[in-house]
């Protein structure tokens, strides 16, 4: 005889056995912030969610749409916890052009002309030496 809880799982549980949260309290705070959606409504902790559910995320900026297609009530290895979830292919490519786009800035930004070799280190030490005793 299958029981309740079977079918259903709390959504801090479920995002930490997906492997989201490497701790239950993480994604309990997640929740509490408001950056985690369940089939657009914002929820608590204490949410229980099924297969088919659909969970919106915002972890580290990044926008995650999940669709629930199992519950595991134990943390598993990573590759059986990808099974757990599919992902919105259109937003998934959305945060891969972000993360990029993030990772050329912040290169960019830093470093106009690419990253300095152990040459040029050497002369901006140097330079910056000599302005120090002037």
């Keep these: ?24 309290g993480l994604a309990q705070k997640h929740i509490e912030l408001g950056r985690v ?5 914002k ?30 009530h134990q943390r598993r290895p990573a590759p059986e916890a990808r099974l757990l979830y599919r992902e919105d292919e259109a937003v998934a490519a959305k945060r891969e052009a972000q993360k990029a786009l993030d990772h050329a800035s912040r290169i960019s930004a830093v470093y ?7 040459r040029d280190r050497r002369q901006l030490d140097k330079a910056r ?6």
């Design 1 to 24: 005889m299958e029981t309740e809880s079977q079918h259903t799982m709390r959504l801090d549980k479920w995002l930490w056995a997906a492997r989201f949260f490497k701790t239950r």
């Design 112 to 118: 106009p002309d690419g990253r300095p070799t152990k």
């Design 43 to 72: 929820v608590k902790n204490s949410k229980y969610i099924s297969v088919g559910d659909v969970v919106d995320l915002t972890l580290n900026s990044l926008p995650y749409k999940l669709f629930v297609a199992a519950l595991n």
């Design 37 to 41: 959606q369940v089939n657009g409504v």
């Design 129 to 134: 030496q000599q302005m120090q005793y002037d």
